[in-house]
C-alpha cells in the first residue's frame, strides 16, 4: 500500500479533529474541561461512545480472534446488556442525585478518605493500562503499514500519536471529546460495513441474506460453548460480560464522564438504551467480518499469521484493493483515537479531582494551569505505558484487554457492591490493602484453578472472584456499630 496515501488520509483526518476541536474549546471555561458544562446531547453521547467502547481492539483483534475461539465472544456481548441495564437504572440515579463530577467521590461520602483514593487510583492505573494497549495495538498496525516505510522508529512514532491526541484535547476536554467521538465512530462504523461489502463481493457474496447465509453456515460462527470446564462457556461468558460492563463502564470515570455531560438523568439512560442496541449489532458485524476474512484468505491461499491480530491489517495492506486499503486505515484510525482521547481527559478529571482536589484547594484562575499540567504528564504516562506493552506483549489485545480489567477492577467492584448494598460502613484505612490483597489472591486461586478445583479453568470471570474477595474483606473489617 501507497505510504503517501495513507500519510494523505491521516493527515486529512486530523485537520477535521483539529477543526472541530477548535469550535468546541471556543468559549470554555475552568469546568468546561471537566463538565462539558453538561449540555451534551444524549443521542451524540450515545453515538459517540461506541467508538469509544470499541476501539481499535475490537476493530482488529475481534475479527482475528474468530479464527481462535469461533463467535464465543458474542457469549460476552450478550452479558454486557445485562450490565449496561445495570448501570441505567441504579449507577447513573446516583450519579446524578449526587451531581458529581468525579464518581469516585461517592466512596468518599460512603466509606472515607482512603475509600475514595484506592477506587480513584485503580481507575487510572486500570484505565492506563487498558487505553494504553489499546493504542499499542493500533500504533503497530501503523507502523507497519506507514512508519516503517518512512524510515521512523516506533517510540517515534508513538510520540507522535498521543502528541496529536494532547493537542486536540488539552483546551475543550471533555466537550471537544463528544463530538470528536461521534465523528469517529462514524468513520469506524462506515469502515467496517464497506470492508464487509467489499470482501463479500471478492467471496461472490450476493445480497444481505446471502452474507447471513453464508457466514452462520461456517463452523467458525458457533456461538454457544457449553462445557462448564473451558474458559469460553456460555455462563463464565455472559455473566462476566455483565460484570466487566458494570466495571469498564459504570465504574469508570472515563464513560460516565461522557453521560454526566447530559442535560438530565431521562437523557442518560436514554443514551445508555440507544448505545447498547447499536453495540450487540456492531459486534455481530466485526466476527461476521471475521469469518469473511478466513474466508478470503483460505479461498486464495494465503497464510494465515501467527498472530490473529495481524490478520485484518495484512490483508488490507497486501491484498485487499488500494480503496479498501485506504478505508481500513481509515477505520483504524478513528478507532484509535475515538478511545485514547477520552480515556486522556478522564485520567486528567481524575487525577485534579480526586487526588489534587484542585476545586477545593485552588482558585480558578490557578486550576487551568494545573490541569494543563497534569494533561501533559498523562500523555507522557501513556507514551512510556505503550512502550514497556511493545517489549512485553504476546498474546490477543482483546485478552490482555479483559486480563488486565479482571485484576485491576475487581477492588471497585467490591467496593462499589459493599456501599450499595449494605448499610454497613468499614475501617477506611484499611481498605488499601484490602484492594492490594484482593486481586493478589485471584492471581493465586486462577493460576492453580485446573489442579485445585477438578480441571476448571477460570477466564474472564476473575474479575468476579476478585470483586467477591474485596466484598469479602471488606465485610471482615467493617465497623461493627
Same mark, same amino acid.
Given at each position: 500500500?501507497?505510504?503517501?496515501?495513507?500519510?494523505?488520509?491521516?493527515?486529512?483526518?486530523?485537520?477535521?479533529?483539529?477543526?472541530?476541536?477548535?469550535?468546541?474549546?471556543?468559549?470554555?471555561?475552568?469546568?468546561?474541561?471537566?463538565?462539558?458544562?453538561?449540555?451534551?446531547? !444524549?443521542?451524540?453521547?450515545?453515538?459517540?461512545?461506541?467508538?469509544?467502547?470499541?476501539?481499535?481492539?475490537?476493530?482488529?483483534?475481534?475479527?482475528?480472534?474468530?479464527?481462535?475461539?469461533?463467535?464465543?465472544?458474542?457469549?460476552?456481548?450478550?452479558?454486557?446488556?445485562?450490565?449496561?441495564?445495570?448501570?441505567?437504572?441504579?449507577?447513573?440515579?446516583?450519579?446524578?442525585?449526587?451531581?458529581?463530577?468525579?464518581?469516585?467521590?461517592?466512596?468518599?461520602?460512603?466509606?472515607?478518605?482512603?475509600?475514595?483514593?484506592?477506587?480513584?487510583?485503580?481507575?487510572?492505573?486500570?484505565?492506563?493500562?487498558?487505553?494504553?494497549?489499546?493504542?499499542?495495538?493500533?500504533?503497530?498496525?501503523?507502523?507497519?503499514?506507514?512508519?516503517?516505510?518512512? +524510515?521512523?522508529?516506533?517510540?517515534?512514532?508513538?510520540?507522535?500519536?498521543?502528541?496529536?491526541? %494532547?493537542?486536540?484535547?488539552?483546551? +475543550?476536554?471533555?466537550?471537544?471529546?463528544? !463530538?470528536?467521538?461521534?465523528?469517529?465512530?462514524?468513520?469506524?462504523?462506515?469502515?467496517?460495513?464497506?470492508?464487509?461489502?467489499?470482501? +463479500?463481493?471478492?467471496?461472490?457474496?450476493?445480497?444481505?441474506?446471502?452474507?447471513?447465509?453464508?457466514?452462520?453456515?461456517?463452523?467458525?460462527?458457533?456461538?454457544?460453548?457449553?462445557?462448564?470446564?473451558?474458559?469460553?462457556?456460555?455462563?463464565?461468558?455472559?455473566?462476566?460480560?455483565?460484570?466487566?460492563?458494570?466495571?469498564?463502564?459504570?465504574?469508570?470515570?472515563?464513560?460516565?464522564?461522557?453521560?454526566?455531560?447530559?442535560? &438530565?438523568?431521562?437523557?442518560?439512560?436514554?443514551?445508555?438504551? !440507544?448505545?447498547?442496541?447499536?453495540?450487540?449489532?456492531?459486534?455481530?458485524?466485526?466476527?461476521?467480518?471475521?469469518?469473511?476474512?478466513?474466508?478470503?484468505?483460505?479461498? &486464495?491461499?494465503?497464510?494465515?499469521?501467527?498472530?490473529?491480530?495481524?490478520?485484518?491489517?495484512?490483508?488490507?495492506?497486501?491484498?485487499?484493493?488500494?480503496?479498501?486499503?485506504?478505508?481500513?486505515?481509515?477505520?483504524?484510525?478513528?478507532?484509535?483515537?475515538?478511545?485514547?482521547?477520552?480515556?486522556?481527559?478522564?485520567?486528567?478529571?481524575?487525577?485534579?479531582?480526586?487526588?489534587?482536589?484542585?476545586?477545593?484547594?485552588?482558585?480558578?484562575?490557578?486550576?487551568?494551569?494545573?490541569?494543563?499540567?497534569?494533561?501533559?504528564?498523562?500523555?507522557?504516562?501513556?507514551?512510556?505505558?505503550?512502550?514497556?506493552?511493545? %517489549?512485553?506483549?504476546?498474546?490477543?489485545?482483546?485478552?490482555?484487554?479483559?486480563?488486565?480489567?479482571?485484576?485491576?477492577?475487581?477492588?471497585?467492584?467490591?467496593?462499589?457492591?459493599?456501599?450499595?448494598?449494605?448499610? !454497613?460502613?468499614?475501617?477506611?484505612?484499611?481498605?488499601?490493602?484490602?484492594?492490594?490483597?484482593?486481586?493478589?489472591?485471584?492471581?493465586?486461586?486462577?493460576?492453580?484453578?485446573?489442579?485445585?478445583? %477438578?480441571?476448571?479453568?477460570?477466564?474472564?470471570?476473575?474479575?468476579?472472584?476478585?470483586?467477591?474477595?474485596?466484598?469479602?474483606?471488606?465485610?471482615?473489617?467493617?465497623?461493627?456499630?
Amino acid at each position: 500500500m501507497n505510504p503517501q496515501i495513507v500519510l494523505i488520509v491521516i493527515s486529512f483526518y486530523f485537520l477535521l479533529l483539529f477543526l472541530i476541536s477548535w469550535f468546541t474549546s471556543r468559549k470554555v471555561t475552568a469546568e468546561t474541561f471537566f463538565t462539558g458544562d453538561r449540555q451534551s446531547p !444524549w443521542f451524540l453521547v450515545a453515538f459517540g461512545m461506541i467508538g469509544a467502547s470499541l476501539s481499535g481492539v475490537t476493530f482488529i483483534s475481534v475479527p482475528g480472534e474468530v479464527g481462535n475461539s469461533n463467535f464465543y465472544y458474542f457469549q460476552v456481548v450478550l452479558g454486557y446488556t445485562l450490565g449496561y441495564f445495570t448501570i441505567a437504572k441504579v449507577l447513573l440515579p446516583l450519579y446524578y442525585r449526587l451531581n458529581l463530577v468525579s464518581i469516585y467521590s461517592y466512596l468518599e461520602d460512603r466509606f472515607g478518605f482512603w475509600s475514595y483514593k484506592t477506587g480513584a487510583f485503580f481507575f487510572i492505573l486500570s484505565r492506563t493500562l487498558g487505553s494504553s494497549l489499546r493504542v499499542f495495538l493500533v500504533a503497530s498496525v501503523l507502523q507497519l503499514i506507514l512508519f516503517d516505510s518512512l +524510515g521512523i522508529p516506533f517510540w517515534v512514532s508513538v510520540l507522535i500519536t498521543v502528541g496529536l491526541i %494532547w493537542i486536540y484535547t488539552h483546551r +475543550g476536554g471533555i466537550k471537544t471529546v463528544v !463530538w470528536t467521538d461521534t465523528l469517529q465512530t462514524f468513520f469506524m462504523l462506515a469502515s467496517v460495513v464497506v470492508c464487509i461489502k467489499l470482501v +463479500g463481493d471478492e467471496l461472490g457474496f450476493s445480497g444481505v441474506m446471502d452474507y447471513i447465509q453464508r457466514v452462520s453456515e461456517d463452523p467458525r460462527s458457533d456461538i454457544f460453548n457449553w462445557d462448564w470446564k473451558a474458559g469460553t462457556n456460555f455462563f463464565k461468558q455472559f455473566i462476566s460480560g455483565a460484570f466487566i460492563t458494570i466495571v469498564m463502564t459504570g465504574l469508570d470515570q472515563d464513560m460516565m464522564q461522557k453521560n454526566l455531560t447530559c442535560r &438530565n438523568i431521562g437523557d442518560a439512560q436514554k443514551n445508555m438504551f !440507544w448505545f447498547t442496541v447499536i453495540l450487540v449489532i456492531v459486534n455481530l458485524l466485526f466476527l461476521g467480518l471475521g469469518v469473511m476474512l478466513y474466508l478470503y484468505a483460505e479461498t &486464495n491461499g494465503i497464510s494465515i499469521p501467527a498472530r490473529t491480530d495481524e490478520l485484518f491489517p495484512m490483508l488490507a495492506t497486501q491484498h485487499f484493493s488500494a480503496f479498501a486499503g485506504i478505508i481500513f486505515v481509515l477505520g483504524i484510525t478513528a478507532a484509535a483515537y475515538s478511545s485514547a482521547d477520552s480515556t486522556l481527559t478522564a485520567l486528567t478529571t481524575s487525577f485534579c479531582i480526586d487526588f489534587l482536589e484542585i476545586e477545593r484547594k485552588y482558585p480558578q484562575e490557578k486550576r487551568v494551569t494545573i490541569r494543563k499540567k497534569v494533561h501533559l504528564a498523562f500523555t507522557l504516562v501513556m507514551f512510556v505505558a505503550i512502550m514497556v506493552f511493545h %517489549w512485553i506483549n504476546d498474546q490477543s489485545v482483546i485478552n490482555s484487554v479483559f486480563v488486565v480489567a479482571g485484576y485491576t477492577y475487581g477492588p471497585l467492584l467490591g467496593l462499589y457492591s459493599f456501599g450499595l448494598f449494605t448499610k !454497613w460502613n468499614v475501617k477506611d484505612r484499611v481498605v488499601p490493602y484490602l484492594a492490594v490483597a484482593a486481586p493478589t489472591l485471584t492471581f493465586i486461586i486462577s493460576s492453580n484453578s485446573e489442579d485445585w478445583f %477438578w480441571g476448571y479453568k477460570f477466564g474472564f470471570e476473575a474479575l468476579i472472584l476478585n470483586g467477591l474477595l474485596m466484598f469479602l474483606g471488606l465485610y471482615l473489617f467493617r465497623k461493627k456499630s
